[in-house]
């Protein structure tokens, strides 16, 4: 079974191109650097490092990427793997390896998405405060509710 499931972030805008024939199709080009647990170093700290990874989406999936996706955005990708290779100029072989995808998706939601000041972090979500929240996080309990009916002590 061909199988790959990646989350990351990505280096750059999609490039996407269209097929030339009878019925034009888009095709979309991207790259997903996908972090990977590192080594310790000497201080017994985790070091990371990242596999750029090479997608591909086509038709409505490549429009999709076209419109929405932006360097920088974490997202999900499912599809499989697919190898190639060819001659270049100078007659030296050339081997591929990309993920063709299946589906893809934004994996942060649209505020953090919105907030990519630093490339790999994302700042958490910002909730509404509701009028009566008191500074310390805890609503204010009407006056005339009794302690007493209260589910708790």
Do not use: H, W
């Amino acid at each position: 079974m061909n199988r790959v499931i990646l989350m990351g972030r990505l280096t750059r805008d999609p490039e996407v191109r269209y097929s030339q024939g009878e019925r034009s199709m888009a095709i979309a080009r991207y790259t997903l650097a996908v972090d990977r647990r590192g080594r310790r170093n000497q201080e017994g700290d985790q070091q990371q490092t990242a596999d750029f990874i090479p997608c591909v989406a086509f038709d409505r999936a490549a429009e999709f990427a076209e419109k929405y996706f932006r360097q920088g955005m974490r997202v999900l990708v499912s599809g499989r793997i697919q190898t190639g290779s060819y001659v270049n100029r100078d007659g030296q072989k050339v081997y591929t390896t990309e993920v063709i995808l299946d589906d893809q998706e934004f994996a942060d939601s649209k505020g953090q998405a919105s907030d990519m000041s630093g490339y790999g972090q994302s700042a958490p979500a910002q909730r509404p405060t509701p009028a009566s929240a008191i500074g310390d996080g805890f609503m204010n309990i009407p006056d005339g509710v009794e302690d007493e009916g209260l589910p708790f002590n």
